[in-house]
């Protein structure tokens, strides 16, 4: 007999975890598996590897709502946010609920059986399984775990050297005295290249075109204060607070006011600078600010390393690889003894799961998202995406005190299944409303975001506080029945 339970979570990294915790404590009458492709938990936080890998979040946002970040480091390291999860995993009892090297490669909506037919590969064996459940929660996120993009750089086979993309990181790797060149702008090269310095011989940032980059110190004097001197509900309160009023207030800045911030986003980085390195090259924009995410540099530790001359930026468009560096459209060649392609990342919906219902398989660019978390014509099925502007578990643990909240509901009114309607006169509009190359190359491969609400995605925290936390359960959209007969 096929095992069944309550609920499937696909996924052991921070949403996954986060969702077996709000399962486990405030629906402890109901069972949960959590289902993991992986040998461990952490998902991005244990894939990622190379030196120096770190939040672009500050940690009393990235953190969890059920268990405040007390760690001195508002920047933390990759090490220290797993730590965390499997802490906060441990402390709730979510450990015996896990189920490592199962990965999900389909999922099927039975109508007439009310409930979930999830097929499974055991990546460790090769050997394939199945699980029943009455509802499914897809919080694997959109990076694709197996391979990270790298352009068609001409010549590449002809470099002598070693070629290392950040996700897949040796950790033998030894950069000690050599020339390294990192390709890319964004938040893997500044958060490598400070890092690579130490010990490396010089390091080049080869980029294309700029990025917005933004210090923050890596602690926070006054969240420190406020966590020694208040208890801890209230200083839990007061730092999460401030963090999500300086973020949120300064993203809302940002977009209404973009030549305000571009001169503000100048003055700050400007001073950072040593004088040989000039700004309007190398750091100023074609576009607006937060039309991409801005990159994060904890202390300033990318400026130093350009003032004590250990890295060099230069901006330009790669011609060639050569047997010995890079060959620049300008004419000027860089030589390397290693090359890192922080060329970005391969998004997969939902984990690259085939969803199906009644035995038709889901095109997800046909679906469009009801309150960023759930599907239009998919029943009892709730996923987990987070903010491209703020912590990602902000929106996470929102999804999860929702989907609680909806289940209660569904009980306390004998429903078992629930579906969100499409309104056919709803305008269709990109999930994702985001300028980044990574999101653009994959965009249409994702389910749509309405016109209007609730199938438009808020990016406010604030707002989507007040709708998922508080707001009604009943609206036209979402469709209760059931049991069957």
Same mark, same amino acid.
């Given at each position: 007999m096929t095992e069944h339970f309550d609920h499937i979570i696909v996924g052991a990294g921070l949403s996954g975890i986060g969702a077996a915790?709000?399962?486990?404590?405030?629906?402890?009458?109901?069972?949960?598996?959590?289902?993991?492709?992986?040998?461990?938990?952490?998902?991005?936080?244990?894939?990622?590897r190379y030196p120096g890998v770190r939040s672009d979040s500050d940690m009393y946002t990235l953190g969890y709502r059920f268990k405040p970040w007390t760690g001195r480091k508002a920047i933390a390291d990759g090490a220290d946010i797993r730590a965390y999860i499997e802490e906060a995993a441990t402390e709730n009892g979510v450990l015996d609920h896990i189920r490592y090297n199962s990965k999900v490669v389909r999922a099927e909506w039975s109508s007439a059986d009310e409930r979930w037919t999830v097929s499974i590969e055991h990546t460790d064996t090769g050997e394939t399984s199945q699980l029943t459940c009455d509802f499914l929660m897809s919080t694997s996120g959109y990076y694709r775990y197996d391979e990270g993009f790298t352009p068609d750089f001409a010549g590449l086979s002809d470099f002598e050297g070693q070629i290392v993309h950040p996700q897949h990181w040796p950790q033998d790797l030894d950069f000690a005295g050599k020339r390294v060149v990192v390709i890319g702008s @964004?938040?893997?090269?500044?958060?490598?290249?400070?890092?690579?310095?130490?010990?490396?011989?010089?390091?080049?940032?080869?980029?294309?075109?700029?990025?917005?980059?933004?210090?923050?110190?890596?602690?926070?004097?006054?969240?420190?204060?406020?966590?020694?001197?208040?208890?801890?509900?209230?200083?839990?309160?007061?730092?999460?607070?401030?963090?999500?009023?300086?973020?949120? @207030?300064?993203?809302?800045?940002?977009?209404?006011?973009?030549?305000?911030?571009?001169?503000?986003?100048?003055?700050?980085?400007?001073?950072?600078?040593?004088?040989?390195?000039?700004?309007?090259?190398?750091?100023?924009?074609?576009?607006?600010?937060?039309?991409?995410?801005?990159?994060?540099?904890?202390?300033?530790?990318?400026?130093?390393?350009?003032?004590?001359?250990?890295?060099?930026?230069?901006?330009?468009?790669?011609?060639?690889?050569?047997?010995?560096?890079?060959?620049?459209?300008?004419?000027?060649?860089?030589?390397?003894?290693?090359?890192?392609?922080?060329?970005?990342?391969?998004?997969?919906?939902?984990?690259?799961?085939?969803?199906?219902?009644?035995?038709?398989?889901?095109?997800?660019?046909?679906?469009?998202?009801?309150?960023?978390?759930?599907?239009? @014509?998919?029943?009892?099925?709730?996923?987990?995406?987070?903010y491209t502007n703020a912590s990602w578990t902000l929106k996470a643990d929102l999804v999860c005190e929702y989907t609680v909240r909806l289940l209660k509901h569904m009980k306390k009114s004998g429903k078992t299944v629930m579906v969100p309607r499409r309104n056919p006169d709803v305008g269709e509009e990109p999930f994702l409303d985001f300028a980044a190359n990574y999101v653009l190359r994959t965009v249409d491969k994702f389910p749509k975001q309405g016109s209007e609400a609730p199938w438009k995605l808020k990016m406010n925290f604030f707002v989507d506080r007040v709708n998922l936390r508080s707001g009604s359960i009943h609206d036209d959209v979402l469709e209760f029945s059931g049991p069957v007969s």
């Open positions: 915790v709000h399962l486990g404590r405030r629906l402890p009458e109901r069972s949960y598996v959590v289902l993991e492709s992986r040998h461990t938990l952490g998902g991005t936080w244990d894939l990622f @964004g938040a893997t090269a500044v958060t490598l290249i400070p890092n690579l310095a130490k010990v490396a011989a010089h390091v080049t940032m080869l980029q294309r075109s700029p990025t917005y980059i933004i210090s923050q110190p890596t602690t926070d004097p006054i969240a420190e204060q406020l966590i020694k001197r208040l208890p801890s509900r209230y200083a839990s309160k007061a730092v999460r607070g401030r963090y999500l009023a300086i973020s949120i @207030g300064f993203y809302e800045f940002c977009r209404r006011r973009p030549n305000e911030a571009r001169l503000l986003l100048r003055k700050l980085l400007e001073r950072q600078l040593p004088d040989d390195v000039d700004f309007d090259t190398h750091f100023k924009p074609k576009y607006d600010p937060w039309d991409q995410r801005l990159c994060l540099v904890p202390s300033g530790d990318l400026f130093k390393a350009l003032r004590k001359h250990t890295v060099d930026i230069v901006t330009d468009h790669i011609d060639t690889f050569t047997e010995t560096g890079i060959r620049l459209q300008s004419g000027k060649e860089i030589d390397a003894d290693i090359v890192v392609t922080a060329t970005g990342l391969n998004l997969h919906v939902f984990g690259g799961v085939q969803l199906a219902v009644d035995g038709e398989d889901v095109d997800l660019p046909s679906t469009m998202a009801y309150k960023g978390m759930m599907l239009s @014509g998919i029943p009892n099925f709730v996923f987990v995406i987070g």
